[in-house]
């Protein structure tokens, strides 16, 4: 089945606590970015990626790093959270930008205390 | 203001209603996505629109690139219809952004 998975779900954690949420995708999809979404500010992008190794920021990347190392991953690493950064965090890949349809995984809902 | 602007921001409709979503950009865009967040939080890809109009089941998007406005319209809506239903554009250069967001509830 084609589809983008995400790991962990759900995560309560502590300011300054190094986290990594995963994102893979099955589909060969050259084209991968991270999104959190906050009540009332909507969708923004975090971070995407063109291809292995082509990163680049989005609106909002300040807090965040990513790499992209092979094609069907593309992680989204947290060095130091804090409370700011608690959020739904979606991941999504298309083949090629978004002159295609995207592809959401399922969601990340993390807390920071 | 906003760059992507929704209307209305909530919507409550009867089964078999007929639905308009509005989405107004005030940039030079390059495509247009519709996108349903569902209940549980799960987004589907609708639409992807740079011209004309789609249409999918009982899902029609339109969008008129001189007057920068995209609409989305459910025929005959269905309880199932009831989600949010949110607006992306990507402007030139690859910047994305987002709108607000379209609560609707179709009630049977």
Request: charged share 20%; hydrophobic share 30%; proline share 5%.
């Amino acid at each position: 089945e084609a589809q983008v998975t995400q790991n962990p779900r759900y995560l309560i954690t502590v300011t300054g606590k190094k986290l990594t949420v995963t994102c893979s995708q099955n589909m060969n999809h050259e084209y991968m970015s991270w999104y959190r979404q906050d009540p009332g500010l909507g969708l923004r992008q975090i971070y995407y990626s063109m291809n292995v190794e082509v990163t680049d920021k989005g609106d909002v990347p300040e807090g965040y790093k990513v790499s992209r190392k092979e094609k069907r991953n593309f992680p989204l690493i947290l060095e130091s959270p804090s409370p700011n950064q608690t959020s739904l965090y979606f991941c999504a890949s298309s083949l090629g930008g978004w002159y295609n349809e995207q592809f959401f995984g399922p969601g990340t809902r993390l807390t920071v205390l | 203001k906003n760059e992507v602007e929704q209307s209305p921001q909530n919507l409550t409709a009867q089964e078999g209603e007929f639905i308009t979503i509005n989405c107004s950009y005030s940039v030079g865009i390059s495509a247009l996505h519709w996108l349903q967040q569902h209940p549980g939080g799960g987004i589907v890809s609708l639409f992807m629109l740079s011209s004309g109009k789609k249409k999918h089941g009982r899902l029609i998007a339109t969008i008129n690139i001189q007057e920068k406005h995209s609409s989305l319209h459910i025929t005959a809506s269905h309880p199932r219809d009831s989600a949010v239903y949110i607006c992306a554009v990507r402007e030139y250069g690859n910047k994305l952004v987002f709108g607000a967001g379209t609560i609707l509830r179709v009630k049977s």
